[in-house]
């Protein structure tokens, strides 16, 4: 492997630096600077209770926010590192994607994004950026985490033109049909082949998945054939961990191979050139990419709205929804911090602002604080 990134990769003493002035550090880099606030932050920590598939309370051994993260960004660096391109800063955004999270996964955000209509909507992705940007409140001379502008660039994956037009230069690509990085590209595919793979460890562990109805799944049964011939008598266990640990590495060695000949093919001169292409030079072949959207549906037909995740669904939004709404109609149900933050600012009093700042509120508990609130104000568990 060069031991030089490469000429078209993030290179940090060339970022488009940070929002406020920071000093440098004598031993990191920039990306890696901004790798370590994330892992420092409380938004990161709070990943480790709030759902992936599976609500936090229903077994340990069920991934969370915080081990998809990690899962992501350790493929993510894989991909990165085989590309010669910058693994720190993959391994940042990586870690950073899923920090504006509400509780209860995406129900959550469904219920949250209902509740905010007439006040903007709810986006986690938006809230990510807003997160890093803003609320996060560790340093003395600026808010947020004060990133760089690659790292909140990779964070930020998709926007609507409307609300690109509120965010500066980091919502300029999205005005001009422009491309990330490819470190960003990196994070948001490693981001689909984690969630792909690891929920369906999940599932069979759950129950709510069997082994022979995804054999369905092209990619799954020819890793199923694979290890079924190696290993014949192999228990429940080390078969799910086989199959998995083969599909993970099958589509991310396509996608390496793949995406080394669309870079090979463009030749970009440099990060710019590569925002400027006008495509993804980051993908898996044609071939993998269809068996991988194969399985995406199987698994949004048949665990995503599996009858047990669907009630925990409902109890997840009905949760969100009473929490906004009773926050909304009696602010003095809200911490102290908030409330003086109301009276400090009178700014604070308009609906749109205040609405805000509930959702940041809903958006940043985990599951079980979200269920303890709803039982002290209502006075009864969910």
């Known amino acids: 492997m060069a031991n030089e990134l490469a000429i078209y990769a993030a290179h940090s003493d060339n970022s488009k630096g940070r929002v406020h002035q920071d000093d440098g550090s004598e031993y990191r880099n920039e990306y890696q600077r901004d790798r370590d606030r994330v892992i420092h932050s409380s938004a990161f920590r709070r990943l480790e209770y709030k759902t992936q598939v599976f609500v936090n309370h229903e077994g340990d051994m069920f991934r969370t926010r915080l081990t998809h993260s990690i899962e992501v960004a350790q ?23 899923d920090l504006g999270h509400t509780p209860f996964g995406h129900a959550g955000q469904d219920a949250l994004n209902d509740c905010m209509q007439d006040y903007g909507g709810f986006e986690h992705n938006l809230q990510s950026l807003r997160i890093v940007d803003l609320l996060e409140q560790r340093y003395a001379i600026f808010p ?10 990779g964070i930020l994956k998709h926007c609507s033109k409307n609300n690109a037009l509120t965010l500066a230069s980091i919502g300029e690509r999205f005005l001009n049909n422009e491309k990330p990085g490819l470190e960003a590209q990196i994070a948001n595919i490693a981001d689909e082949i984690a969630y792909n793979n690891h929920d369906i460890d999940d599932g069979l562990r759950a129950g709510l998945l069997d082994i022979e109805s995804l054999r369905q799944c092209e990619i799954v049964d020819i890793h199923y054939d694979n290890v079924k011939n190696k ?3 192999l228990d429940d266990s080390h078969l799910r961990h086989e199959i998995i640990r083969r599909m993970i590495n099958y589509v ?19 990060i710019d050139e590569v925002r400027r292409c006008g495509k993804s030079l980051i993908k898996m072949s044609e071939k993998t990419e269809n068996m991988h959207k194969i399985l995406k549906k199987y698994l949004r037909d048949n665990l995503y709205r599996h009858d047990r ?4 669904a409902e109890k997840a939004k009905e949760t969100v929804e009473y929490l906004f709404n009773s926050y909304m109609n009696k602010p003095e149900l809200l911490t ?12 604070n009093n308009d ?32």
Not at 77 to 96: F, H, M, Q, S
Not at 309 to 312: D, G, I, T, W
Not at 352 to 372: E, I, N, P
Request: glycine residues 4%; proline residues 1%; charged residues 25%.
């Open 75 to 97: 493929i993510g660096r894989t991909i990165a590192r085989a590309l010669n391109v910058n693994e720190d800063l993959t391994e940042a955004i990586c870690l950073a994607h």
């Open 231 to 233: 290993w014949q008598d």
């Open 351 to 382: 609906s749109l602002k205040f609405a805000r700042l509930v959702a940041d509120y809903v958006a940043g508990m985990t599951d079980r604080f979200a269920f303890s609130e709803h039982e002290r104000i209502s006075g009864s568990s969910i």
């Open 309 to 312: 995740v669907n009630s925990m």
């Open 252 to 270: 991310v060695s396509d996608l390496i191979e793949t995406s080394e000949a669309l870079i090979g093919a463009v030749k970009p001169n440099d």
């Open 336 to 347: 102290e911090k908030i409330q003086k933050e109301i009276e400090s600012n009178a700014d």
């Open 144 to 153: 947020g985490l004060n990133l760089t502008f690659e790292t909140r660039e």
